[in-house]
């Protein structure tokens, strides 16, 4: 079966191609096109110079880099960002500074990874009542744990 296609196009010359950093990863690397520092508690949009085109009934979620966060405190602000299919703009990614230090961002880092993922798109039905479920309403620490 042949994969389905993810179009992307530079809006800026040194802007680099995401890719996956191994053959069997999930998400492709996402690289910033901006040097900027972010401070302590700061949060800013970073670009990464390119666009893409979502194969039929996908969406791409930008999710944090683990290193980045462990040894950083760097994260991704509303994770996993969601990029629906229609959407034409440039790609950019939300980062928070958690940590205590100032962070730099340079031209070419790996700031995030995205993920292509199906989306269903289910017919909305309003009822007056839902089915039985042995759960129930049972919701924040309703299983017991901490």
């Known amino acids: ?9 530079k809006t800026q010359k040194h802007a680099v191609i995401p890719r996956y950093a ?6 492709l690397d996402l690289f910033s096109v ?4 972010l401070e302590p508690g ?3 949009l970073i670009k990464t110079g390119i666009k893409i085109e979502l194969p039929d009934n996908t969406e791409a979620q930008v999710r944090p880099r683990s ?3 462990y040894k950083n405190g760097i994260t991704v602000l509303n994770t996993p960002g969601t990029i ?3 959407y034409r703009g440039e790609i950019g990614v939300i980062l928070i500074n958690h940590s205590q230090n100032t962070f730099k961002i340079t031209v070419g880092m790996k700031i ?8 269903l798109r289910p017919r909305v039905l309003v009822s007056d009542a839902l089915s039985d479920t ?5 919701g924040f620490g309703s299983t017991g744990d901490a």
């Open 1 to 9: 079966m042949t994969p389905p296609t993810l179009k992307i196009t």
């Open 22 to 27: 191994h053959e069997d990863d999930s998400g």
């Open 34 to 37: 901006d040097e900027l520092t």
């Open 42 to 44: 700061e949060f800013k």
């Open 67 to 69: 290193g980045l966060a």
């Open 84 to 86: 629906d299919q229609g």
């Open 112 to 119: 995030a990874q995205m993920v292509i993922m199906p989306v």
């Open 134 to 138: 042995a759960r129930g309403e049972g």
